[in-house]
C-alpha cells in the first residue's frame, strides 16, 4: 500500500495538467495563428503582422476603434475595480464589528456570487432602463413625466452602467475575502489601539488597513482582471460605441468574411496579454493561494 | 461603527432580494405600462407559455446535464490531482500550480475563440461532448483548489487504520476518504456546476449554434425579448443555483470567500 500511494506525484497530476496545458495551449497556440493570419480554411499559409499593424496604427475596420476600445476597457474595469475594492473594505469593516450573526452575512454574501452575471445585468436593465422601475418611482414622485426624461442609466455612452453592474456584484466577492480575513484577526491589535486613544478611523487606518491590505489588493486585481475581458455583461449593457475590447474582438472574430478573424483574434490576445500581466502582479503580491 | 454595520447590511441584504423581486413582477406582469409604478394586471400565462415552450425545457435539459456532467467529470480528475498537490511536497509542485492556476485568468473568450477552430476539425464543435470539455477549463482550477485546501488539513492515517483491519483499498477509498471528504466534495462540486451553469461565451463559441443552454436563451432575450419573457427566462436561470447555494449553506460557511470569478 505505501508503495501505491507513494507512486511519483505526476501520474496523479497528469489528467488535470493534460487537460489544461493541451486546451490551454492549443487554443493560444491556435489563436496566435490565427492573428498571424494562418488560416488553411480560406487558403492563407503566409505570416503577417498585419492585424496587429493595423490595431497599434489605428487603421484598418478593427484598428480604428482599438484605441478608444481599449481606453473604455481601462475606464470600466479600473473604475469598477477601485470602487468595489473601497466599499468591500466598509462592508466587510461593518459586517466584522457586530460579533455572531456572521452566518447569515456569509451566506448573503456567498448568496449574492452564485447569481450569474448574465442574470444580474438582466436585472440591472429592468430596473434602470428608462421605462424601468426606478424610472417609474421616479415619475410617482413627480420628478419626470416621460420615460426620455430619465437619465440613460444602462445602455450608456459612459459605461455608467457597467460600473454600476461590476460594483454590485464584486463588493460583496472582496468584502467575502476582506472578512474572511478580518475574522482570522486577533482582536488584540484594535483593542490595544483603543486603549492608546485611538478612535475607530484610526484604528481603521493604522490597524485594520494594514492587516486587510494584501489580500484586498491581489483580490482587486483578480477582479480587474475578470472586468476587462469578460464579455456577457458589456454586450448586454453596452452601446454600440464606445465598446469594450471583448465585445470588439467577438465582433471581428464573427465577422463573415474571415479576413476579420485575423483581427478579431488580435484583440482577444492583447487583451489576455494584459490580464495576465496584471495576475502575474496580483500572484506576486497576493503570494500564491 | 454600529450605524455603518446596520447600513452595509441592509445594503447587502436588499441587493440579495431585489433581483428575485424584480424579476417575479416582471414575469406575471402583463400590460405594464409607464407610469404605473405596479402592474394593474397580473397573469401567469407568461410563466406559462415559458415553462410549455419546447425550446426552454431542451435547453434547461441541456443546462443540467452539460452542468452535472462537468461538476462530476471535474470531481474525478481533480481528486487525484488535489490529493497530491495537498497531501506531498515534490519537486515541480509550485509549477503544477501555477499551471492549474492559468485557467483561472486566461479569460474564456481566448480559450473558446482559439479552440472554435481546433473543435471544428476535430467534430467536436456542436455537441455536449466538445462544449463540456471547454466548460472543465474553466471548472477545474476551482475543483482542484478546494480539494486541494481539504487534503491539507486531512489525516491519512485513518486509510491506514482501515487497510491495516482489513479493508480492501476500495472500501477504504469509499468509507474512510469520501467520507472524510463529504464537506468539500460538495463545495468542490457546486463550484464546477455553478461555472458550467452560468457559461454563455464557451457555450456560444464551441456549441457553434446547435447547443442552446439556458443562459444561450436569456442573452439573446435581453438583446430584444420583451421584459416579462426575459424576467420569467432569468427566474428558472436563477432558480436552481440560490437552491443549491441554500442547500449548502452548512459547508459553504466553512470556507469563506473560496468562490470566486467566472460565475
Avoid: C
Avoid at chain 1, 495538467?17 to 493541451?22: F, G, H, Q, Y
Wanted: glycine fraction near 8%.
Amino acid at each position: 500500500m505505501r508503495r501505491r500511494l507513494s507512486l511519483s506525484p505526476w501520474l496523479s497530476l497528469a489528467p488535470a495538467l493534460a487537460l489544461v496545458v493541451v486546451l490551454v495551449g492549443a487554443s493560444l497556440a491556435y489563436g496566435v495563428a490565427q492573428s498571424l493570419g494562418l488560416m488553411a480554411v480560406i487558403g492563407q499559409n503566409t505570416v503577417s503582422l498585419d492585424a496587429y499593424r493595423s490595431l497599434l496604427s489605428g487603421h484598418g475596420p478593427a484598428g480604428r476603434e482599438f484605441w478608444s476600445a481599449l481606453g473604455f476597457s481601462l475606464w470600466v474595469s479600473v473604475t469598477a475595480t477601485i470602487v468595489s475594492a473601497a466599499l468591500a473594505l466598509l462592508l466587510a469593516v461593518g459586517l466584522a464589528s457586530r460579533p455572531g450573526g456572521g452566518a447569515a452575512d456569509t451566506l448573503a454574501l456567498n448568496w449574492n456570487l452564485a447569481v450569474p452575471h448574465l442574470v444580474w445585468a438582466v436585472a440591472l436593465l429592468l430596473f434602470l432602463a428608462q421605462s424601468g422601475l426606478l424610472a417609474r418611482l421616479a415619475a410617482a414622485g413627480g420628478l419626470i413625466e416621460l420615460p426620455a426624461e430619465f437619465p440613460v442609466l444602462v445602455r450608456d455612452r459612459y459605461g455608467l452602467g457597467l460600473i454600476l453592474h461590476y460594483v454590485s456584484k464584486e463588493t460583496p466577492f472582496l468584502a467575502l475575502i476582506v472578512l474572511a480575513m478580518l475574522r482570522s484577526q486577533p482582536t488584540g491589535y484594535a483593542q490595544v489601539a483603543a486603549n492608546l486613544g485611538a478612535n475607530r478611523w484610526q484604528r481603521l487606518r493604522y490597524v485594520t488597513l494594514p492587516f486587510v491590505m494584501p489580500g484586498l489588493l491581489a483580490g482587486a486585481l483578480l477582479v480587474f482582471a475578470f472586468v476587462f475581458s469578460a464579455y456577457e455583461v458589456p454586450a448586454v449593457l453596452g452601446v454600440g460605441y464606445p465598446r469594450m475590447l471583448s465585445v470588439l474582438a467577438l465582433r471581428f472574430f464573427t465577422d463573415p468574411d474571415l479576413r476579420a478573424r485575423a483581427d478579431g483574434m488580435a484583440v482577444s490576445l492583447i487583451l489576455t496579454a494584459i490580464v495576465l500581466a496584471v495576475a502575474a502582479a496580483s500572484l506576486k503580491r497576493g503570494g500564491a493561494k | 461603527m454600529t450605524r455603518l454595520s446596520q447600513i452595509g447590511r441592509w445594503a447587502l441584504y436588499l441587493l440579495l432580494a431585489a433581483p428575485l423581486a424584480l424579476f417575479a413582477v416582471y414575469a406575471f406582469s402583463t400590460r405594464w405600462f409607464f407610469p404605473q409604478l405596479l402592474p394593474a394586471e397580473w397573469t401567469s400565462a407568461t410563466l406559462a407559455r415559458v415553462l410549455g415552450d419546447g425550446r426552454v425545457i431542451s435547453a434547461l435539459r441541456d443546462s443540467v446535464a452539460m452542468a452535472g456532467g462537468v461538476s462530476l467529470l471535474a470531481m474525478v480528475i481533480g481528486y487525484p490531482a488535489a490529493r497530491v498537490l495537498g497531501l506531498r511536497q515534490f519537486r515541480g509542485r509550485n509549477a503544477a500550480w501555477l499551471v492549474l492556476f492559468l485557467p483561472t485568468v486566461v479569460p474564456p473568450l481566448a480559450v473558446g475563440m482559439g479552440l472554435n477552430i481546433l473543435f471544428l476539425q476535430l467534430g467536436l464543435a456542436g455537441t455536449l461532448a466538445g462544449v463540456m470539455l471547454a466548460h472543465l477549463v474553466p471548472a477545474l482550477p476551482y475543483v482542484v483548489f478546494t480539494l486541494a485546501g481539504a487534503f491539507a488539513r486531512y489525516d491519512e492515517n485513518y486509510e491506514f487504520q482501515a487497510l491495516v483491519l482489513g479493508a480492501s483499498p476500495a472500501r477504504t477509498f469509499w468509507s474512510v476518504s469520501l467520507r472524510l471528504l463529504a464537506p468539500s466534495l460538495v463545495v468542490a462540486g457546486l463550484f464546477a456546476f455553478l461555472i458550467s451553469w452560468s457559461q454563455y461565451l464557451l457555450t456560444l463559441l464551441i456549441g457553434s449554434g446547435r447547443i442552446i443552454t439556458l443562459p444561450v436563451l436569456l442573452f439573446s432575450a435581453a438583446a430584444g425579448g420583451n421584459p416579462a419573457t426575459t424576467a420569467a427566462l432569468a427566474l428558472i436561470f436563477l432558480a436552481p443555483p440560490l437552491v443549491i447555494i441554500a442547500a449548502t449553506a452548512r459547508q459553504l460557511n466553512q470556507r469563506p470567500g473560496d468562490i470566486r470569478e467566472q460565475l
